[in-house]
């Protein structure tokens, strides 16, 4: 069975194998920037990526090497120097708005209400706000904060605004999920809650994930697939894992698992180079 399909089991519990859409194809994708003196870094070179509409991907690398790019190039915020970008099947022009955004900050609008920032999200695609905020409300009982509606985001912790945040794009329903380092800010102990939280609301509605993280831990408890990026210039990926450990997967458990030791030994390997290449270069290039 390839990446892009899934399950759909019927009544007498016969397992049909069906092509799931596939989300995300970057062909040949290369990126680069123009910088001082007229000069040019090239970020990325030539990278091919398939995401499948119902895969959990999670993106690591080096400090620097393109993660984020590659999501800026995902999102149509982006466009690639050369190489093509396909979502959902199609060429992708100008802004993708399959796709729902969460970065490390959050972008609560201070002046609104709890609430009000989860309403947005429909009001803006012509919902009215009666209905978008009833929706706001039963997205607030999901993530949690359903006795939190009327407050302000000045009014809550770091993890109780990325649960809004994550209200705030889950509400659009988005088909791909863009998420770059988006429990980076928070504690130990708060990720792993989010993390919870997060990898509930996707088995209910499997959606395509970009996660792009650090935190080696964070990718193999979260993902269905983890991608590892070289140390740039011209960063590309040299690692694809598949992380078979079952779900529903318990994140402050899951490091007990002998797969997850084991995986964790075999991605490490392939990183490590790249962690020192990068942190190097970095290094000489302050000098
Ligand atoms: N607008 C820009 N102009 C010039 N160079 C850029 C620009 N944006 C990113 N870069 C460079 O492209 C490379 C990739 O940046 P990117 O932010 O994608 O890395 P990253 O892997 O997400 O890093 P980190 O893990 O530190 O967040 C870096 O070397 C960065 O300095």
Redesign the pocket.
Known sequence: MGSGELKNFQSKAEAVTIAAPRAVRLNNVSIS?G?AGGKR?D?VAGTDLDVAGDEFLAIV?P???????LLNVAAGLLEPASGSVEIFGRPLKGLNRQAGYLFQQDSLMPWKTVLENVAIGLEVSGVSTSEARKSAMEWLERVGLGGFADRYPRMLSGGQRKRVGLAQVLIRNPKLLLMD?PFGPLDAQTRLIMGDLLLNLWSEDKKAVMF?T?DLDEAIALADRIVI?SA??KSRIIGDFRVSIPRPRDIAEIRHDPAFTELHKSIWHALREEVMTAYQQTNVAAQ
């Open positions: 920037f910088i870094f970020a690398g400090t620097g090497c393109g993660k984020s790019t380092e792009v650090h990026m740039g210039p």
